[in-house]
């Protein structure tokens, strides 16, 4: 309680982000009553993307610990999706898909973030085609089928889940930024061995951290498998969808929450235009900002534009007036 | 101070996205969300005639302006099923449009006059979700008239409901499955033109009844494809007496061994071999097949084993000749210029128009094919012409403007239930619940003879005595 | 024993392969801490560099070594003088520039990939080359494998020599066990990084000739290998050379006795291997 008090309301920065987030969900959430029938199933596969890239943010922004299997926790909601959709309304399957996704990233995390950072990575990036690979190989050896069909929902359906998940999301991050949890996985992140000394049960809160940044994946997961129709293990675990975030994050920054917000819109934005008009290009393109974005903007966006107010308010001044972090 | 800042940037972030995505079409305010989409289709033809059919004797829109049918579909230009866009669908229609825009469009009956047409497409890289969305796209945002299919099974399931939901008609040979058939009953506005386990399996043990096969030794691709067909057949099979001497799935996604199945299936001393996998894995198995000299007395290639391309990349470098190094060899599908007079028209003005084009396909290593060869598919080029020629005289037909002033699709899916086609695969090409039946097809398996594709079902379809057992392999 | 024979021959075959690949990754990553997500487009880019010169010019494919491997080597060195370089700079740790390195792995993976299929589509290619069987004991093996299981090894074989007894190897050595200590003793480091990209390029090219002379590839299967390596080198230890090879014959061996029963399976028995081993042996078996 004393947590959401000062996470909320603690001060008048934070009062203005609760006025600020609030007025952009009812936004939000008012906006299928402007728009046509196609914008809420664009909506919704943004706000999955965002989703993914803040949800990423959660663990391996702060942790430095890479995540690559932001594709298997997604896929796998999906794959649930397509497995109990037809009987079970979506809402409950994505909080099954989210309980699932944070079952196996405790589990893999329980593993895996004992070691090396390198050996997480590689791990993760196996993750999503081990799950692929054994979820086809029983669909083919028990089921003679290789995918399902999917119960399609109205594109505003679709929308509004993937909204609630945002919203959840967005609040919970808030939430941990102020808690003594979000304070020991920054302490890991700057230097896990001395968090270690001052007492932060380090693997525990990593696993943990782990676990619930994969949850939301999951969920939206699920609510996106419906507007493809047919989900099989090829379509559900896209391994594209592991680097997304990764980039989306960077992209935008991860300094604060909001940077892997706004990389995902641009991303989205850019990746939905190339694709159409310079399919050809659309991949080189990908490559080429990856490359440039780690080379040259590696705090994102967000760094780019601290920098420039850093310069201004010197330029203005004529000299730095204290700390513009 | 900085917090404040970066939440407005969110909040107009959040409300360009908003503005940006609306810019397009907005529906009046406050309408019912959840249905707003009312079918282009549904409610604009009936109108104009009491009924679907009567339309054509009384709805004159003459008078009409409509300068132009857009059709709109999402294709596979880039990715892993390029490969098929490239080669057996996209020539199809490209050449379609190609030849109607050079008659002055197509033909629309309520218009009375031709219209010109323009293939409005979409690249998805082979991505199912990228699919769907730009279906949605297409067809609740930018309202095209009319949609071709999306190239794969996988992404004909995805998009069937698609254009069931916006009402649109669309006529696939894009895939074909056993579980397509779950999807189109759903989906009645969807029909599918190609060949299947249904009509395929039961001609390959016809035949193999037919020379005595005793034993099969089966490679099946583990996607749907290769799980339907083996499926069907290794029951089948077992039915006429025919002993499955092994199985093995090959994978999809992901490297494999060739050596492997082949030894393994040369270990079974199996009669027959048969790989029902698509060219990415085919084309290894077969090399592999040819580098250990492994000869079964039948060799059949799934999806791929068609194609003319084939011979080439197996042979290409080899010195010998691709049509002496594929004598013998079976694949699905089936038909050729001996076939029907209608199919040899179509594939020689096929060959005609691609090879002035000159860019049909290219080289390995880029460059344009300097021979203009143009590489034929002995399965599917038929039933992908035939297609267009369905949607063609569907709109010759039963052509009529919704009051939006699109093409009314609702009057095509009606056509198209009781009406026979004039096309490639048959004269009176006939949909039986929105699917072909077998005896719509010129074939449904052959073998390669001296470079052309033989039909080799037991019946009157057969354009050549079956050569049985294979001769070995050649070498130089 | 026939069937134990079949399976120990080609999966030897199958293993020297792997080797090969992993040798590359190994080295890239031993030195230069790069996890190249890369490494599998630049063994498809010489497949494809061999066979335009085997279909085109008529050229042996042995030939492709001389002409791939320096191409590559050249890229990958040109590659870590410039973007690796800069990326190590700014990182403030060993474990952020591994991060760093991957993304932009993973970037260059996505430019040269997609370069490629501008250049040569994305259909299945192939030429047949010593396409017949040589019999040895109970089993046909064909004569391409033969010669590719004779160049792998050759290849492996030289490279630890010049690892063990070159002056260049010994620096080399002494960088993957202790950079800094290295740089005080005079290892020029940021030259050994460099030049250990480069190799790990130079193995790649190498192993991307052998591969298109035994199977066919496609512009889009490079990652299918660099799966591959991860997994050699997550068995055999990361970062060492005999692991590397070690591991490539393990995992050789082993696929093929899984393809022997189902091809299919191959895969996700590799993974299942990785799991088990990062529960119980993370270290890999020949890591310290």
Not at chain 2, 19 to 47: I, N
Not at chain 2, 130 to 147: C, G, H, N, P, S
Not at chain 2, 200 to 205: C, G, L, N, R, S
Request: hydrophobic letters at 50%; aromatic letters at 12%.
């Amino acid at each position: 309680m004393e947590l959401i008090k000062t996470a909320f309301f603690g001060s008048t920065k934070s009062k203005v982000q609760l006025i600020g987030v609030i007025a952009a969900l009812v936004i939000l959430f008012l906006s299928p009553q402007f728009l046509n029938t196609y914008m809420p199933n664009f909506l919704a596969k943004l706000i999955a993307y965002v989703v993914l890239s803040l949800s990423w943010t959660i663990f391996s922004g702060k942790t430095g610990y890479i995540s690559l299997a932001s594709a298997a926790f997604y896929g796998l909601g999906m794959y649930i999706e397509a497995l109990f959709g037809m009987n079970i309304p979506l809402p409950v399957v994505m909080v099954f898909a989210a309980a699932v996704a944070f079952a196996v990233a405790f589990g893999v995390g329980v593993v895996t973030l004992r070691l090396r950072g390198v050996y997480f990575t590689i791990f993760t990036f196996g993750l999503a085609l081990f799950l692929q690979k054994s979820i086809l190989w029983i669909e083919v050896k028990f089921f003679h089928t290789k995918g399902r069909m999917v119960l399609a929902y109205s594109n505003e359906a679709v929308f509004y889940c993937v909204l609630v998940v945002f919203a959840i999301l967005i609040f919970v991050v808030i939430l941990m930024n102020k808690s003594r949890f979000g304070l020991a996985l920054d302490c890991i992140g700057q230097n896990e061995d001395s968090a270690q000394h001052i007492g932060v049960n380090t693997t525990m809160t990593k696993v943990l951290a782990f676990a619930i940044s994969a949850a939301p994946a999951g969920a939206v997961g699920a609510a996106i498998g419906t507007s493809i129709g047919y989900v099989d293990p090829d379509i559900a675990f896209n391994m594209l969808l592991s680097f997304l975030p990764v980039l989306m994050a960077i992209f935008g920054g991860m300094r604060s929450m909001y940077g892997p917000i706004v990389g995902a819109v641009i991303f989205f934005v850019l990746q939905d235009y190339l694709m159409r008009e310079y399919a050809n290009l659309y991949m080189i393109i990908f490559g080429a900002v990856m490359v440039v974005v780690i080379l040259f903007m590696p705090k994102g966006i967000f760094g780019l534009v601290d920098k420039a107010i850093a310069k201004r308010q010197r330029n203005f001044d004529g000299e730095v007036i204290g700390d513009v972090k | 101070m900085k917090k404040r800042y970066i939440t407005l940037i969110l909040a107009f972030v959040m409300v360009a996205a908003l503005a940006l995505a609306g810019c397009g079409t907005k529906t009046p305010a406050g309408g019912d969300a959840g249905s707003a989409a009312a079918p282009p289709a549904a409610s604009g033809g009936s109108e104009q005639a009491g009924a679907p059919g009567e339309l054509v004797a009384t709805g004159s829109q003459s008078d009409l302006a409509k300068d132009k049918i857009v059709i709109g579909g999402v294709r596979s230009s880039t990715g892993t099923n390029a490969i098929f866009e490239q080669t057996a669908f996209g020539p199809q229609y490209k050449m379609w449009v190609d030849q109607l825009n050079k008659d002055g469009g197509i033909y629309v009956k309520s218009l009375d006059r031709k219209v010109p047409v323009e293939l409005k497409i979409y690249d998805d890289g082979s991505e199912i979700s990228k699919t769907t969305q730009l279906y949605e796209q297409l067809l609740a945002d930018e309202k095209v008239d009319i949609i071709i299919a999306p190239v794969s099974t996988a992404a004909l399931f995805a998009v069937a409901p698609i254009a069931q939901k916006y009402g649109y008609y669309m006529v696939a040979a894009e895939g074909g499955a056993k579980e397509l058939e779950k999807y189109i009953a759903q989906n009645p506005n969807v029909f599918s033109v190609l060949g299947y386990s249904e009509t395929q399996v039961p001609a390959f043990v016809k035949f193999a009844e037919e020379q005595g096969i005793e034993s099969v030794f089966c490679a099946y691709i583990d996607d749907l494809h290769g799980t339907e067909y083996w499926g069907a057949a290794k029951p089948a099979l077992e039915a006429i007496g025919v002993e499955i001497k092994g199985e093995q799935s090959v994978p999809l996604v992901g490297g494999f061994d060739a050596n492997a199945v082949i030894n393994a299936a040369k270990a079974s001393g199996a009669d027959a071999f048969l790989a029902f996998t698509y060219p990415d894995q085919g084309i290894p198995i077969a090399l592999s097949a040819i580098a250990l000299n492994y000869n079964p007395k039948l060799y059949l290639m799934g999806p791929g084993g068609s194609y003319d391309f084939i011979g080439g990349v197996l042979w290409g470098a080899s010195g010998i000749d691709p049509a002496v190094g594929m004598e013998g060899v079976f694949g699905w599908g089936g038909w050729n210029e001996k076939s029907s007079a209608r199919a040899a028209e179509y594939s020689q003005a096929f060959r005609e128009y691609w090879i002035d084009k000159g860019d049909f396909w290219l080289n390995a290593d880029g460059t344009p094919n300097a021979d203009g060869t143009v590489y034929q598919d002995w399965w599917g080029h038929a039933s992908y012409y035939s297609v267009c020629e369905i949607y063609q005289q569907a709109i010759e037909n039963a052509g009529a403007l919704t009051d939006e002033g699109l093409i009314d699709n609702a009057l095509l899916v009606e056509y198209t239930k009781d009406n026979s086609f004039d096309t490639v695969l048959n004269q009176e090409l006939r949909f039986t619940n929105n699917i072909l039946l077998d005896d719509m097809y010129l074939g449904n398996i052959g073998q390669w003879q001296n470079g052309t594709f033989e039909v080799m079902d037991v019946d009157d379809r057969r354009t050549a005595d079956p050569i049985y057992p294979k001769p070995e392999w050649p070498t130089k | 024993m026939t069937l134990f024979l079949t399976v120990l021959i080609n999966g030897c075959i199958l293993g020297s392969v792997y080797a090969l690949v992993a040798l590359g990754l190994n080295t890239q990553y031993g030195v230069a801490h790069i996890l190249n997500i890369a490494h599998g487009e630049f063994i498809i880019l010489s497949a494809f560099i061999t066979m335009t010169l085997y279909a085109g010019a008529g050229l042996h494919p042995l030939v492709a070594l001389a002409v791939a491997g320096p191409i590559v080597f050249a890229i990958s060195f040109v590659l870590h003088r410039t973007l690796y370089k800069r990326v190590k700079d700014m990182s403030a740790n060993i474990g952020e520039f591994e991060g760093n390195a991957i993304l932009v792995a993973f970037g260059i993976y996505f430019i040269v990939q997609n370069l490629m299929r501008d250049k040569w589509g994305s259909a299945t290619s192939g030429y047949q080359f010593m396409a017949f069987p040589v019999r040895i004991g109970p089993a046909d093996i064909a004569a391409n494998n033969l010669f590719v299981l004779l160049w792998a090894v050759v290849i492996c074989v030289v490279y630890y020599l010049f690892l063990m007894r070159t002056r260049t190897g010994k620096a080399i050595r002494a960088a993957a066990q202790d950079a800094g200590a290295a740089a005080l003793l005079g290892v020029k480091i940021n030259t050994i990084m460099a030049l250990c990209f480069a190799i790990g390029g130079l193995l790649a090219a190498f192993a991307g000739v052998l591969i298109s002379m035994k199977e066919p590839f496609t512009t889009v299967s490079g990652m299918n290998y660099t799966t591959i390596a991860f997994i050699v080198v997550v068995l055999g230890g990361l970062g060492n050379v005999k692991g590397a090879i070690l591991g490539g014959f393990i995992l050789g061996i082993v696929g093929y006795a899984v393809s022997t029963y189902d091809t299919g399976m191959m895969f996700a028995v590799f993974y299942l291997i990785v799991l088990v081993l990062l529960i119980v042996r993370p270290k890999g078996l020949l890591g310290r």
